[in-house]
């Protein structure tokens, strides 16, 4: 017996490295093992089966989720649309390309400045996109979804598993 587990009671029969390993002895161990493998695989399923069923039903689409915030680059796109824009600390209004095509974008599609960004101007008197931090509360509450299938699928495997030992002992013939 191990040092670590004197006194402990085992519940289920394990076979020590120097005891003679018989067919009764290995038939609840090996039992057990492939129970486990068993609902390991079946939780592994159910568990993603939830997560994307969670996801599609939650609507959240992961690729805005994590996307920064497109703009416009005067060496790598060409602008469509000028608009005038107010900036705090400015005595007049600003152009800013509002819609343009970047070409590195293979779709041509137009982009647009989102109207949630503010512009500021700078100490050295240029005007710049302010990137404060907007937090997005989506992505941690999918982190906390995915965290609790985790937890939950956990928590299940381990009680079917320490179960089905409980239901192995209780069949198990007693022998003195």
């Known amino acids: 017996m191990c040092p670590w587990v004197r006194g402990m009671e085992r519940p289920y029969p394990t076979i020590e490295p120097g005891e003679p390993a ?3 002895s290995r038939a609840p161990v090996a039992k057990v093992r492939q129970y486990t493998m ?4 079946g939780l592994i399923v159910l568990c993603n089966g939830i997560l994307i069923f969670g ?3 939650s609507g959240v689409n992961l690729d805005e989720l994590v996307k920064t915030p497109d703009l416009f680059n005067a060496t790598k ?3 469509l649309r000028l608009t005038w824009e107010r900036v705090p600390g400015a005595s007049e209004p600003v152009r800013l390309c ?4 970047n070409l590195a974008d293979p779709s041509g599609a137009p982009h647009h400045l989102a109207s ?4 500021r101007q700078g100490p050295d008197g240029r005007y710049y996109f302010d990137q404060s931090i907007r ?3 989506r992505l941690l509450a999918l982190a906390l979804f995915v965290g609790a299938v985790l937890l939950f699928g956990l928590w299940a495997r381990r009680y079917l598993v320490s179960r089905y030992r409980l239901q192995l002992e209780a069949a198990a013939p007693r022998s003195s």
């Open 22 to 24: 018989s067919r009764e």
């Open 135 to 137: 937090p997005d509360f």
């Open 77 to 79: 796109d060409v602008c």
């Open 55 to 57: 996801v599609w039903v």
């Open 38 to 41: 068993l609902v390991t695989l």
């Open 98 to 101: 509002s819609e343009w095509i």
């Open 116 to 119: 949630d960004l503010k512009v």
